[in-house]
């Protein structure tokens, strides 16, 4: 009944448009544990990443898991784990922690598809390839749970710059915007905090003219999450500008990306 009612919900979502087309290139075989997923559809290769059906894998390593569609999306449970996947989300949640995947989550006849390394990283499972067989390897146990993960004043902050600086752009763009902060924070030329960073004397105008407390979106702390759970749109870059103008960075600094209306210099 459940699997039911993840399908319609499914086709509701395919004829609203919400799902784009995947084209697989080959098919993978799936081994949880040393031992084969039996499964109803065959996994995907798209763009040279593995997609699975989310179920069947969490299912053959946790086999009291269920699943339900809530809220307008699929959640998982099992044993210590939760999993949320939103159709056209380029990230699933699993135990409110935020895992980035740019290809975006795939349905196809109803059923969901998540790349099984992300997959693998909410379960704790090691993944290896060989031979077009995927393995999976149970670990280390189910995620570290978002509330021992985060720190609040890093998620606080990087939202509020995240959306200051980007709220009309797009989620990548966003990401983008983290990126910087975040590799400012890992460079020994800045500040080694995310919330000194942002606050170094004349780095960032949401700073100076106060919009740095707008609250934010919920897609910037999104963003701000998925950046400090490894995400990452703009590679090395250290610097931004509105790609209409000249700058400092634009005249001495490597170019990396233009993301949205940004521009993005390492």
């Known amino acids: 009944m459940k699997k039911r009612i993840l399908s319609v919900a499914l086709s509701l979502a395919l004829l609203l448009g919400a799902v784009g087309p995947a084209i697989a290139v080959e098919s993978p075989s799936i081994y949880v544990d040393g031992q084969p997923v039996l499964m109803s559809v065959e996994p995907l290769v798209v763009n040279r990443t593995t997609y699975v059906p989310y179920l069947a894998v969490v299912q053959a390593m946790h086999p009291e898991a269920t699943a339900a569609w809530e809220n307008d999306r699929a ?34 006849n109803g059923d969901i598809f998540v790349p099984v390394r992300t997959l693998a990283q909410a379960m704790g ?19 570290e749970d978002a509330s021992l993960f985060y720190n609040s004043e890093d998620v606080y902050w990087l939202s509020h710059i995240i959306y200051a600086e980007s709220g009309n752009q797009p989620l990548a763009g966003k990401i983008a915007v983290g990126n910087v902060v ?24 949401p700073v100076q003219n106060g919009s740095i407390n707008l609250n934010p979106s919920v897609e910037s702390i999104v963003a701000a999450k998925l950046c400090l759970d490894g995400a990452n749109t703009a590679g090395n870059s250290l610097y931004f500008v509105n790609y209409h103008y000249s700058s400092w960075a634009t005249r001495n600094r490597p170019y990396v990306a233009t993301i949205g209306a940004h521009a993005f210099y390492s």
């Open 75 to 108: 959640v998982l449970r099992a044993a210590g784990l939760t999993i949320e996947i939103g159709i056209g989300n380029c990230y699933l949640v699993a135990n409110g922690r935020y895992l980035y995947f740019p290809g975006g989550v795939i349905v196809q």
């Open 125 to 143: 499972a090691v993944v290896a390839w060989d031979s077009g067989t995927v393995y999976l390897q149970s670990s280390t146990g189910p995620i």
């Open 182 to 205: 975040l590799n400012r924070v890992a460079s020994p030329a800045f500040p080694n905090t995310v919330y000194d960073t942002i606050f170094q004397r004349g780095q960032f105008t």
